[in-house]
């Protein structure tokens, strides 16, 4: 008999990217959906109610961990993370498995043979690992509230059919354009769907600073600030020919340039 999955990552490239890959390592799996929301995941999880979810940490709506905290039948449970080690160990040790982002063919196969193992474990007994791995990772066996995400090391931005990985130490800035968040690196510039504000609380507020409701820029590339004219403070930054503008409520963290 078929293993049936379902695969949620609001990403289309890398939810089509695991896809191809699973077909190719496990050809007798079938892939009833693909979903790119929390919401349509669960809705799809609860009508077709697949042998297997892989599910993306971050999504809109619902995250994977809410996903997975909602279900009310035995499925097993892959997290798709970009997340960094906190979450990885916690997985490990209630033998929960993951992927993280964008998934290797080599720790790919290894999902593919721990899942053949553990769909012939007893239902009962794989919830309460689940159960466990959820608890820990959304900091509810935490006696000082929730864990606080390890800061954002990679940038996952698509490049024409491909994703490219960008990490946040070449980043000079992330700038809102219209849909999409600007990164701008010594070579060029890319672009990604996560918002400004989402970014903000993802990146390490000690070396990323918001300087505008739309700009994050990261203060080791910031050669020099000056005012103009008007009084607004302007930066300069290290490889980069643009200035870039500090809005007033945040023109005190330059005070001392």
Not at 8 to 27: F, K, N, Y
Not at 102 to 119: F, G, I, N, Q, S
Not at 193 to 215: C, M, N, S, Y
Request: hydrophobic share 45%; net charge negative; proline share 4%.
């Amino acid at each position: 008999m078929k293993s049936r999955a379902l695969l949620a990552d609001d990403e289309t490239l890398l939810a089509e990217d695991l896809r191809r890959r699973l077909e190719a390592l496990w050809s007798e799996l079938e892939i009833v959906a693909v979903c790119h929301d929390g919401v349509a995941a669960l809705e799809a999880l609860q009508r077709d109610k697949p042998d297997i979810a892989f599910l993306d940490i971050r999504m809109p709506g619902l995250t994977g961990l809410e996903v997975a905290a909602r279900l009310d039948f035995p499925c097993q449970i892959v997290f798709v993370t970009a997340y960094d080690q906190y979450a990885v160990d916690a997985f490990e040790r209630a033998a929960v498995d993951y992927v993280l982002k964008p998934a290797d063919d080599a720790r790919l196969a290894k999902t593919v043979e721990r899942l053949r193992r553990a769909l012939g474990a007893p239902s009962d007994m794989e919830r309460a690992r689940l159960a466990a791995a959820l608890a820990e990772v959304m900091g509810k066996v935490s006696p000082g509230g929730p864990a606080k995400p390890a800061p954002l090391k990679w940038i996952r931005a698509s490049v024409g059919d491909s994703v490219r990985l960008v990490s946040t130490e070449e980043v000079r800035c992330f700038q809102a354009a219209d849909k999409y968040t600007a990164v701008l690196t010594a070579s060029g510039e890319l672009l990604i769907r996560t918002p400004i504000k989402e970014l903000a609380e993802q990146l390490d507020a000690e070396t990323f600073w918001q300087v505008h409701r739309g700009t994050i820029v990261n203060a080791k590339f910031v050669t020099a600030a000056r005012h103009d004219e008007n009084g607004r403070v302007l930066l300069s930054l290290r490889d980069r020919p643009e200035t870039v503008t500090v809005s007033r409520s945040y023109a005190h963290l330059f005070r001392q340039m």
